[in-house]
């Protein structure tokens, strides 16, 4: 599995941006998809999660009604829109594929930077 990710970038507080994790060598459709970010000297976070038909979507509180995850499983990509951006939301952005929204581990991209200030 090759996850990699892209659209991270410089934006202004209160602005937006849409993240892209394009996967291949593996049966998209079967993974279940999360995001996590990583800011510096912080431990990884837990940013969302959709279920390999789309079907569920959970958030943590952080990012609730600002973030919506989203997968187009024909073009084998996973999206996070972020609106209402925030400096606390400056990180490394990752996504992850398992086998099931309950399970742990799976396969990583490399990520991509998002930074949120004036």
């Known amino acids: 599995v090759q996850l990699v990710e892209s659209g991270g970038g410089l934006v202004q507080p209160g602005g937006s941006l849409r993240l892209s994790c394009a996967a291949s060598r593996c049966t998209f459709s079967s993974y279940a998809m999360f995001w996590y970010r990583q800011a510096p000297g912080k431990e990884r976070e837990w940013v969302a999660v959709?279920?390999?038909?789309?079907?569920?979507?959970n958030y943590p509180n952080s990012v609730k009604g600002r973030f919506t995850i989203s997968r187009d499983n024909a073009k084998n990509t996973v999206y996070l829109q972020m609106n209402r951006l925030k400096p606390e939301d400056t990180a490394v952005y990752s996504c992850?594929?398992?086998?099931?929204?309950?399970?742990?581990?799976?396969?990583w991209g490399q990520g991509t930077q998002v930074t949120v200030s004036s």
């Open positions: 992850n594929a398992r086998d099931s929204i309950y399970v742990s581990g799976g396969y």
């Open positions: 959709i279920s390999s038909d789309g079907g569920i979507t």
